[in-house]
């Protein structure tokens, strides 16, 4: 008896102790997944062990369905007509001269060719249509193309893929595009068309930081027309200000396919990375916040920390600002209709920075100021390490889409949310009333500018 009650007692402790080990490896589980539940990712890129950035890993992360986005096909140039020669990649880079870019883009937007609408039909009103303003950074957005094609109900999607730079290569990589319907349009003022005068580099134009009583003694062009700074327009920074109002404006009122359009308008830029459920995101944003509350949505975020065990489904409802909330943006037609009323507050306004043009039409031109509802989980990242703003040494490296990709791949679990969960932001202080950052001070750009409006 003595033995068996021994017996008992030794299986009560065993089964005791079972439980806690079992307690405690649970614990660790728990433990573990809360904290790679907590992603940092900042807007420069240190050189992460855990990331590989080789092209071999980047691949190994896209479906094989999808690898013909990102490899440059060779071009058969005999049949072109046109002077060129073949590049270091083996292919044909073919030479234009302006004549022919500006026929070809004069062809482009007369004819509004929406490539693909045989297989997915018409445009439907509750359908995204996706604006990607592009220059010439073939390699960013092969990347986007490819996000963009594993997004969910990416199907009843419209892109418009709006160039200011002409190039066969990107020409083809767009036309290549099968799972949506696409459309081509090229800003007809671009630096590339016009190299020589305005709005591009006139020889007779100031240098940007001669002096203006150096200025009015030369005679150059826009002599009395400095910025606020005292420099002299430069083409080059001009052009994406231009090029972003030209493009709001064709898309809403002169596209035949969108003209009529009321749903809603995401824009990207061709260094711009999406996450498989942004449409899903946009419409549970959009039914959540009314026009009268919200009337832009913002995908994107420039905060270096985030965690999609808890944001995946938080949005936030906060006055919208030019430096947080201009990455991944959407808003419809209504609101559009009130931007376009302050015109002259974006045209004129010294700063050639379109978001920043649109910051002040919300503080000083409409009734009901710009009001964001942002997702706290972004689904839109900046994958781009060159452009106007930056320069570095290696403009080729892929770094940051590895770490975009490895982001997305540990927040797949919280992605496509059944529901938001919607807050206000604390307002800590009013936001004042900012001058400009310059480089919009010639008169000429105001005059363009206003010419490409249409309302």
């Known amino acids: 008896m003595m033995s068996t009650g021994r017996s008992q007692v030794w299986r009560r402790r065993s089964g005791s102790t ?24 900042g807007a420069s890129v240190p050189p992460y062990p855990d990331y590989n950035d080789s092209q071999a890993a980047i691949l190994s992360m896209v479906p094989v369905v999808l690898h013909k986005f990102l490899a440059p096909k060779p071009k058969n140039g005999t049949n072109l007509g046109l002077n060129g020669s073949y590049n270091n990649l083996g292919y044909f880079k073919a030479t234009f001269n302006i004549s022919d870019i500006k026929r070809s883009i004069a062809q482009y937007n007369l004819q509004q060719t929406v490539y693909n609408e045989d297989l997915f039909g018409p445009l439907q009103n509750d359908s995204i249509v996706i604006v990607i303003q592009i220059h010439d950074r073939i390699t960013y957005l092969r990347h986007l193309i490819v996000s963009l094609a594993q ?4 199907s009843q999607a419209l892109i418009v893929f709006s160039h200011d730079y002409y190039d066969e290569e990107i020409n083809t990589l767009v036309q290549s595009v099968d799972f949506c319907k696409v459309i081509q349009i090229f800003y007809p003022f671009s630096i590339q068309t016009h190299p020589n005068e305005f709005p591009g580099e006139d020889p007779g134009d100031c240098p940007r930081d001669i002096k203006k009583d150096k200025a009015l003694q030369l ?48 824009f990207l830029e061709e260094d711009h990375y999406v996450a498989e459920d942004f449409i899903h995101i946009l419409r549970l944003m959009s039914k959540t916040c009314s026009d009268k509350i919200c009337n832009i949505l913002s995908l994107g975020t420039y905060l270096k920390t985030y965690n999609y065990y808890g944001d995946s489904k938080k949005v936030e409802i906060t006055p919208w600002i030019s430096s947080k909330h201009n990455m991944g943006m959407a808003f419809n037609r209504t609101t559009w209709n009130e931007v376009v009323k302050c015109a002259a507050f974006f045209c004129k306004y010294d700063d050639y920075n379109w978001d920043w043009s649109l910051q002040h039409i919300s503080q000083n031109c409409l009734k ?29 490296s892929t770094a940051v889409i590895s770490k975009v990709q490895q982001v997305l791949r540990s927040a797949k679990r919280y992605l496509f949310p059944e529901y938001l969960i919607s807050s206000y932001a604390a307002i800590l202080k009013k936001n004042k009333l900012r001058k400009g950052n310059g480089g919009w001070g010639d008169h000429r750009d105001h005059k363009l500018c206003m010419s490409m409006t249409i309302t």
């Open 368 to 396: 009901q100021k710009l009001q964001a509802m942002v997702a706290k989980g972004p689904r839109v990242f900046h994958i781009g390490e060159c452009g106007v703003h930056h320069k570095k040494d290696n403009c080729g």
């Open 219 to 266: 005679k150059c062009n826009n002599a009395l027309y400095s910025d606020l700074y005292g420099h002299y327009r430069e083409a080059k920074f001009t052009q994406t200000k231009h090029h972003w109002w030209w493009k709001v404006n064709r898309v809403f009122n002169q596209l035949d396919v969108t003209r009529n359009h009321s749903g809603l308008v995401l």
């Open 18 to 41: 079972l439980w806690l080990r079992g307690g405690i490896i649970i614990f660790i589980i728990i433990f573990i997944w809360v904290q790679i539940s907590f992603i940092d990712f």
């Open 151 to 154: 997004a969910r109900d990416i």
